[in-house]
């Protein structure tokens, strides 16, 4: 079965950096488009940055500047780092297959970003 576990969250100050980690079992690297999403309390589940195989990456425009994704296949692990965290940006961080996978979900890392 196919899994994804995310890894690197915590509590750091506004101003500070954190990398989180997604570490995929099975096949689900031919799979083109991974991407990191988060859910902050009481909004939806958004996209936050995508990556493709070729190593093509899209943020949105709340974190671009900001976060950068990567990937190392021979790892299977997807890597988001984040930097100039905002208060903003406090939420669960998914990471899932773009468009989502339903059975994917994980349980998330948690960021928490103090002013």
């Known amino acids: 079965q196919v899994q994804v576990v995310e890894s690197g969250g915590g509590l750091v100050q506004a101003g500070g950096s954190l990398r989180l980690s997604c570490a995929a079992s099975g096949s689900i690297f031919s799979i083109n488009r991974m991407g990191w999403y988060r859910q902050a309390p009481g909004k939806q589940r958004e996209l936050v940055a995508a990556i493709t195989n070729s190593g093509s990456t899209h943020y949105a425009d709340s974190v671009e500047g900001r976060f950068t994704i990567s990937r190392d296949n021979a790892r299977n692990t997807v890597y988001l780092q984040m930097n100039s965290l905002k208060p903003e940006d406090t939420a669960v961080y998914y990471c899932?297959?773009?468009?989502?996978?339903?059975?994917?979900w994980g349980q998330g890392t948690l960021v928490t970003v103090s002013s």
């Open positions: 899932n297959t773009v468009p989502a996978y339903l059975e994917l």
